[in-house]
């Protein structure tokens, strides 16, 4: 039975390719003319069981107030949690006393081409000896693929210290090269315990803004088109995002 309905279907997938192929003969279909690649989500699951809360950060909770699988006529939530869960974008606001908050991050940062770099599990610190062994010059947006997505840690809720970060000497090369987005695939990308937010400074400082907490485990190093949106809170200095990623030819 299931054997009939396939080798139907099958036929009938024939049918439809040899007419897309007289069609295709006059002038190239509309399908033809798109980029091949597909969007990947490349955002984590806003989930308290599934997402890392940095140390110390608000937790998040979400809540059905109500609820139709148990009665109510409709069902509606609300959730609670710190700006920087998730995958979620740092405004100049956060280490910049008078920086642009969430809401004024230009699109232009947070929409266009970007590279993914592949560091090595071994490396914890992304610095500027670490940078030099890349190809990164060039690249409007960067994002750092690094031992944080070897090992699943934007999908595990424990919280892990000892992630890769940028380190301040390598900011600074990215900042005076005239990048315009820096992203990094753990919830923060200063190094735990570090005595002063230089890395944030430095980024922040020149309006650079940060995407945090992207979920790049699937994602090969090279050329993409980036579109990661922040929700719009009107005066705050960071808010959880959606992030995708399609390859570029
Ligand atoms: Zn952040």
Same mark, same amino acid.
């Given at each position: 039975?299931?054997?009939?309905?396939?080798?139907s279907l099958v036929a009938g997938i024939g049918v439809v390719a040899a007419l897309g192929t007289t069609a295709c003969s006059r002038e190239p279909s509309a399908e033809s003319r798109e980029p091949s690649a597909e969007w990947v989500d490349v955002s984590a699951n806003l989930d308290p069981a599934k997402t890392p809360v940095y140390e110390g950060d608000a937790p998040?909770?979400? *809540?059905?107030?109500?609820?139709?699988?148990k009665g109510d006529a409709l069902t509606l939530s609300m959730f609670s949690m710190g700006a920087h869960s998730g995958t979620h974008i740092d405004a100049p606001m956060h280490f910049i006393r008078d920086g642009a908050s969430i809401d004024r991050v230009p699109l232009a940062s947070l929409i266009g081409p970007a590279r993914v770099i592949d560091i090595p599990d071994s490396v914890q610190s992304i610095d500027a000896a670490e940078l030099a062994?890349?190809?990164?010059?060039?690249?409007?947006?960067?994002l750092f693929r690094t031992r944080s997505s070897v090992r699943g840690w934007m *999908?595990?809720? *424990?919280f892990h210290r000892d992630f890769a970060y940028v380190a301040p000497d390598a900011a600074q090369l990215l900042a005076d090269a005239g990048v315009q987005l820096v992203g990094v695939d753990y919830i923060s990308a200063e190094q735990f315990g570090a005595p002063a937010p230089a890395t944030h400074r430095i980024l922040l400082g020149k309006g650079i803004p940060m995407v945090e907490g992207l979920?790049?485990?699937?994602?090969?190093?090279?050329?993409?088109?980036?579109?990661?949106?922040p929700l719009k809170v009107s005066g705050y200095e960071?808010?959880?995002?959606?992030a995708v990623l399609r390859k570029r030819d």
């Open positions: 039975m299931q054997n009939q309905m396939i080798s998040m909770k979400f *809540t059905f107030l109500k609820d139709m699988r062994r890349h190809e990164w010059k060039g690249a409007r947006r960067i *999908t595990s809720s *424990t979920l790049l485990a699937e994602i090969r190093p090279g050329e993409y088109d980036l579109i990661v949106l960071g808010a959880p995002a959606r």
